[in-house]
């Protein structure tokens, strides 16, 4: 027997809704290995936010590592295409019996980190800013979700010894999940993905205006 016919009809729609995304150029996403002890079925995606080819392109970073990456490589004269802004895993779970902590049979999972400013990262509301970012970008993109829990999370590194001259860093780490309200995810991908370009400081893009899929890479 064919092993696609073993999959559930909606778990096949909602993949098929996931293909109809359309993120922005900036944002390269690939399909990675799914978890699978966290549901009978899932799909995992990762993400990571580039600088535009040609050096940023048009516009202005706002914060995070966009403005320190488009600054660097001003200060070095280098092209700044390939600088890695912020990487983020959004994975999509399913479970025909439903489950009482999602309050659904479908679930998204969702991960994001990114270098910051020390002056953002220093900010005692940071965490709160992470998620309202999640939710604007839901309600931007007409998603609807119910059971939504995250976790933000700063991470201090500092270095040491023959690493003592590299300085310091602060990230942001969010990991937050919810439960679609039907099995279309498209606008769900949509929405998480503008938020990575959030975090990597990218401004959002003007009303009207939709960022054509970026190419994958071989």
């Excluded at 150029?25 to 399909?31: F, I, N, P, T, V």
């Excluded at 295409?81 to 019996?97: C, N, Q, S, V, W």
């Excluded at 220093?122 to 119910?146: F, I, Q």
Aim: hydrophobic content about 45%.
């Amino acid at each position: 027997m064919n092993a696609l016919a073993q999959v559930p009809s909606d778990f096949l729609h909602a993949l098929g809704t996931l293909r109809k995304a359309r993120c922005r150029s900036e944002l390269r996403l690939d399909e990675i290995p799914a978890p699978s002890r966290l549901a009978p079925f899932a799909v995992a995606l990762g993400a990571e936010v580039l600088v535009p080819s040609g050096g940023g392109g048009d516009y202005a970073a706002v914060h995070g590592p966009a403005a320190m990456a488009l600054a660097r490589s001003a200060a070095a004269g280098d092209d700044p295409d390939g600088d890695e802004l912020a990487t983020g895993r959004f994975i999509l779970l399913y479970d025909p019996d439903g489950s009482a902590v999602w309050d659904g049979e479908f679930r998204i999972v969702t991960y994001i980190r990114a270098q910051l400013e020390a002056e953002m990262g220093n900010d005692e509301m940071l965490g709160s800013v992470a998620w309202t970012w999640l939710v604007e970008a839901l309600e931007t993109h007409h998603a609807p979700y119910r059971a939504a829990g995250g976790t933000a999370t700063r991470v201090l590194s500092e270095s040491f010894g023959t690493l003592s001259d590299r300085p310091g860093s602060i990230d942001i780490e969010l990991r937050a999940s919810w439960t679609p309200a039907s099995a279309d995810i498209q606008a769900h991908l949509e929405a998480w993905s503008d938020m990575v370009c959030t975090f990597a400081g990218l401004p959002p893009l003007p009303d009207g205006v939709s960022a054509l899929p970026r190419r994958r890479r071989n």
